[in-house]
């Protein structure tokens, strides 16, 4: 059996029909950043199902730099909303005072709810894939990392699970509190778990924080 993060089932290629297309499409539409969860439990089952989609993400030189760190004790979980607790006191002090106000009121985390918590990290020592693609551009084992985590959000979101990625953290401090292996970079903590509320529109844009710009401003032709 092939080694990876599904087993194989068929080999022949799929046909996507156009059904299929507009369901993929409105699972682009749905998907949020969701910082709102029940606490009702995830099942472990579920949780397996969308850390394998994440590993089945591309990955430079096919190297998987992705690790994942359960986090569900209770010391390791107060350390994460401690540091997040500094770092966004810090955030909201450097705003501008016209925008300090509106920042206060934006709910930018739900560590406190969210009953699945992963802490997503960069091995930036793997030895997998023998160096290729990194030669230049040693950040790609990075953003490998981070479509490992674009594609959890995704199935997650196709389970109704919520995903909440919090980044208003001390990312040495994280990676010092979970005692990860030296050279593992953190790139995304997550929240997981079933939303309170669904919307189709982000909870920023909402909240008056920031507008959705339109697309062609940001396709440029040569
Ligand atoms: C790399 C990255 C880091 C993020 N960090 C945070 C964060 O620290 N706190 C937060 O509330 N949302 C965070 N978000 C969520 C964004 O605010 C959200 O994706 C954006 O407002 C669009 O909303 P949507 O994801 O619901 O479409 C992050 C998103 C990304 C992609």
């Not at 994280?174 to 997981?192: F, H, M, N, T």
Request: proline share 7%; aromatic share 8%.
């Amino acid at each position: 059996m092939a080694a990876g993060a599904f087993a194989p089932v068929d080999a022949e290629p799929p046909v996507f029909s156009p059904a299929f297309r507009r369901e993929l499409e409105t699972l682009f539409r749905w998907r949020r950043d969701v910082r709102r969860f029940e606490t009702t439990a995830v099942p472990e089952r579920v949780v397996a199902q969308v850390i394998r989609a994440a590993a089945s993400a591309p990955s430079v030189g096919l190297s998987e730099p992705w690790r994942f760190v359960r986090v569900g004790s209770r010391a390791a979980r107060a350390a994460v909303a401690a540091n997040f607790e500094e770092m966004n006191a810090l955030a909201l002090a450097a705003q501008p005072s016209d925008r300090r106000a509106l920042y206060a009121r934006l709910k930018l985390a739900g560590l406190r709810e969210a009953p699945v918590q992963l802490a997503v990290f960069c091995d930036e020592a793997a030895p997998q894939g023998g160096g290729l693609g990194i030669a230049t551009m040693p950040e790609m084992r990075r953003y490998s990392v981070v479509c490992a985590v674009m594609q959890m959000w995704l199935a997650a979101r196709a389970r109704d699970l919520g995903v909440g990625w919090i980044s208003i953290l001390d990312p040495h401090r994280v990676a010092r509190d979970l005692a990860v292996p030296e050279g593992w970079s953190l790139v995304a903590y997550l929240c997981l778990g079933y939303p309170i509320e669904e919307h189709i529109d982000p909870e920023l844009s909402r909240a008056g924080w920031q507008a959705r710009q339109s697309l062609p401003d940001r396709v440029l032709h040569r």
